[in-house]
C-alpha cells in the first residue's frame, strides 16, 4: 500500500494499471512466478496485491552462449562480468557458424523476500507521473505527498527505503479528519481494518455501489438514466 494526499482520479488510474505492469514484468524477469495480480486505488490509497509468491524458489542451471571464441578480449570479460563468472567457468562449443564460449550455471535458491526489497523501490522509481509534485526539503516526486508504504510478503515485513520513507507494516486511517497509525499484520487484517472505516479498497465495488444508487434514484423519480461514463469514473476516484 503506498498512503498519500489525495490523488487525482485520472492520475491515480494511469499510476494503478503501469505500476501493476511494470511489477509483474519484474518479477517474471527473475523467474518469480505468481497466481494472480490485482491494483486497487482510492484517493489516498495505491495498493498492490499479489497472490501465490513463493518465500524461496529454485533457479535451474541453465547454458549461456557467449561471444566467438576469436571476440576481442573485451567481449569475453564483458560476457565474464555481466554473468558473474570466472574465466574458469566458461567451456568452448563448436556450432555452425563457429566455435563460441559457452558457460553453465548452477541450479540455486533465491530467497524471494530479498529480491522484493529490491523490486518495489525499482519498480516505484520506474514510474514517470503525468504530474508530480515536490513537498518540503525531500527528492521524492509523487502524485502527491507520500506519507507511508506497507509492504509484506506472506505476513513478513519488506524492508527497503524509497527516498525519506521506510517500509513497513502500519497504515493510516482517518478518524474525523485526525489520521490515526494502524498496524496491518496480513492483507485479511488490512481489509478488515478499511472495512471498520467504511473504507471499500475496490474501485469495481466502488463503482457498482454508486450506479445502483443513482438507478434506485432515476427509478423512484421515473429518469432515465443516461449516466456520463466519463463522469461516473471520475466520482470513483473522488470517493474512499
Given at each position: 500500500?503506498?498512503?498519500?494526499?489525495?490523488?487525482?482520479?485520472?492520475?491515480?488510474?494511469?499510476?494503478?494499471?503501469?505500476?501493476?505492469?511494470?511489477?509483474?514484468?519484474?518479477?517474471?524477469?527473475?523467474?518469480?512466478?505468481?497466481?494472480?495480480s490485482e491494483s486497487f486505488s482510492t484517493p489516498k490509497r495505491l495498493v498492490f496485491f499479489i497472490k501465490g509468491i513463493p518465500d524461496r524458489i529454485e533457479q535451474k542451471g541453465k547454458v549461456i552462449k557467449g561471444p566467438k571464441i576469436d571476440a576481442p578480449s573485451a567481449a569475453v570479460e564483458g560476457f565474464i562480468k555481466s554473468n558473474?563468472?570466472?574465466?574458469?567457468?566458461?567451456?568452448?562449443?563448436?556450432l555452425e557458424k563457429g566455435e563460441f564460449f559457452f558457460t553453465k550455471t548452477?541450479?540455486?535458491?533465491?530467497?524471494?523476500?530479498?529480491?522484493?526489497?529490491?523490486?518495489?523501490?525499482?519498480?516505484?522509481?520506474?514510474y514517470s507521473w503525468k504530474k508530480s509534485m515536490k513537498w518540503s526539503t525531500y527528492d521524492l516526486s509523487w502524485g502527491r505527498p507520500l506519507k507511508s508504504i506497507i509492504t509484506l510478503l506472506n505476513n513478513k515485513i519488506v524492508n527497503f527505503n524509497f527516498f525519506h520513507l521506510k517500509s513497513g507494516n502500519f497504515t493510516l486511517v482517518d478518524e474525523a479528519n485526525d489520521e490515526k497509525v494502524k498496524k496491518i499484520i496480513s492483507y485479511n487484517s488490512y481489509l478488515?481494518?478499511?472495512?471498520?472505516?467504511?473504507?471499500?479498497?475496490?474501485?469495481?465495488?466502488?463503482?457498482?455501489i454508486i450506479l445502483?444508487?443513482?438507478?434506485?434514484?432515476?427509478?423512484?423519480?421515473?429518469?432515465?438514466?443516461?449516466?456520463?461514463?466519463?463522469?461516473?469514473?471520475?466520482?470513483?476516484?473522488?470517493?474512499?
Open positions: 500500500e503506498l498512503y498519500s494526499e489525495e490523488i487525482p482520479a485520472k492520475l491515480q488510474t494511469d499510476a494503478r494499471k503501469k505500476i501493476k505492469q511494470t511489477l509483474e514484468e519484474k518479477l517474471k524477469r527473475k523467474e518469480i512466478y505468481f497466481k494472480t558473474n563468472l570466472n574465466k574458469a567457468d566458461l567451456y568452448k562449443e563448436k548452477k541450479p540455486k535458491f533465491i530467497d524471494v523476500l530479498k529480491e522484493l526489497q529490491t523490486i518495489i523501490p525499482e519498480t516505484l522509481k520506474a478488515k481494518i478499511l472495512k471498520l472505516k467504511n473504507i471499500i479498497l475496490d474501485q469495481e465495488k466502488r463503482k457498482k445502483k444508487k443513482m438507478n434506485n434514484i432515476c427509478n423512484a423519480r421515473n429518469l432515465k438514466n443516461n449516466f456520463n461514463e466519463k463522469l461516473i469514473e471520475e466520482v470513483v476516484n473522488l470517493v474512499e
